[in-house]
């Protein structure tokens, strides 16, 4: 059964990703630089529902790097975030180094100021 969680997990995030940066990563008209499918396979454990915050690995920090990040955040749709955790996601790229500016806005979630 969990195995079949995971996997649907993976599944719906890949056709999510699908659907947002099909083609050549185009996103609402707009070109959105970046291998999302690397993305996703480097990342997701370390973004989705549930589970605690875990420090993303070397791989998936590499990976984030090779993403427009504000571009991609400017066109998720407000209510994207079921299986993945938007706020872990803006943990990750902190930790990556690769932080969202306080305020932005990235599906429904807002980088929360700094404290």
């Not at 991609?72 to 690769?98: D, F, M, Q, W």
């Amino acid at each position: 059964m969990a195995v079949f969680k995971i996997s649907f997990m993976t599944l719906a995030l890949f056709i999510m990703a699908g659907i947002l940066f099909s083609g050549n990563n185009v996103v609402s008209g707009q070109t959105c630089k970046g291998d999302f499918k690397n993305l996703v396979a480097q990342c997701m454990p370390y973004v989705q529902n549930p589970g605690p915050k875990t420090p993303p690995s070397r791989g998936c920090c590499n990976a984030v790097r090779t993403v427009d990040v504000p571009c991609s955040c400017r066109h998720l749709p407000p209510g994207i975030g079921g299986n993945v955790s938007l706020e872990k996601v803006a943990y990750v790229l902190r930790v990556c180094g690769t932080p969202l500016k306080p305020g932005t806005k990235c599906g429904g979630y807002t980088v929360p100021p700094k404290v």
